[in-house]
C-alpha cells in the first residue's frame, strides 16, 4: 500500500519466490511487508518501501492505415488500423478526423475510442482498430485526415500520427 500503516493483504499462500505487482502510479512510495508461517505461528518481516520511477515515455503509434484507401463519396464506412506499443501497456487509444484547413484537435480522451484488435487492450503492443463513419465525407470536403493516438497505464498519450483519405466522386 501507500502508507505504512495501512498495508492490505495482497496475496496469501505464495509458493513460487516471485510476485509481481501491476498497475502502479508513478512517483508513489509503495510499501509491502511478508508475513511468514511457521508451524502455524505468524513471523512477520519488516516493512519495506520503493518509489516507482516516474515513467514520462508516450506509447509509439505507427502504421496507421484507411481501408480503402481512397473513398467514394456516399460510402457508410471504412476501417482504420494501427499499431501502438508502449514499454508499460497500451491501455486506450482513440482517432479523430479533420478537413483540408481545420486544425481543431481535441483534447487527449476527447476523440472517438478504438478498440483493440484481441478484444482487450492492455498488452505492451496491440493492434489497434475502428470503423470510421464515412459517410458524410465528400470530395468537396476532403481529403480528410485521421488521426490515432494512444494512451499507457501511466497516462502518457502518444502524438498523434497521421493518414489522409481522398475522396473520389
Known amino acids: 500500500g501507500t502508507s505504512r500503516e495501512a498495508l492490505s493483504t495482497l496475496v496469501t499462500g505464495l509458493v513460487p519466490d516471485e510476485y509481481q505487482i501491476t498497475g502502479l502510479a508513478p512517483s508513489t512510495t509503495y510499501y509491502w511487508q511478508i508475513i511468514g508461517n511457521y508451524q502455524g505461528t505468524l513471523i512477520p518481516s519488516n516493512i ?13 503509434v505507427t502504421g496507421a492505415v484507411v481501408a480503402p484507401t481512397t473513398l467514394t463519396q456516399g ?16 491501455t486506450g487509444a482513440e482517432y479523430y478526423v479533420t478537413s483540408p484547413g481545420s486544425t481543431a484537435t481535441p483534447t487527449p480522451g476527447a476523440g472517438i475510442p478504438m478498440t483493440a ?22 470530395v468537396s ?23 489522409t483519405v481522398p475522396v473520389a466522386p
Open 117 to 138: 484488435a484481441d478484444g482487450a487492450l492492455g498488452g505492451t503492443s496491440e493492434l489497434l482498430t475502428a470503423t470510421v463513419n464515412t459517410l458524410a465525407w465528400t
Open 48 to 60: 519495506f518501501g520503493i518509489v516507482t520511477g516516474n515513467d514520462t515515455a508516450a506509447p509509439v
Open 75 to 90: 460510402m457508410a464506412s471504412a476501417t482504420l488500423t494501427a499499431l501502438a506499443t508502449d514499454a508499460t501497456a497500451v
Open 141 to 163: 470536403g476532403g481529403p480528410y485526415t485521421v488521426s490515432v493516438r494512444a494512451l499507457d497505464s501511466l497516462g502518457n498519450w502518444s502524438a498523434p500520427v497521421s493518414v
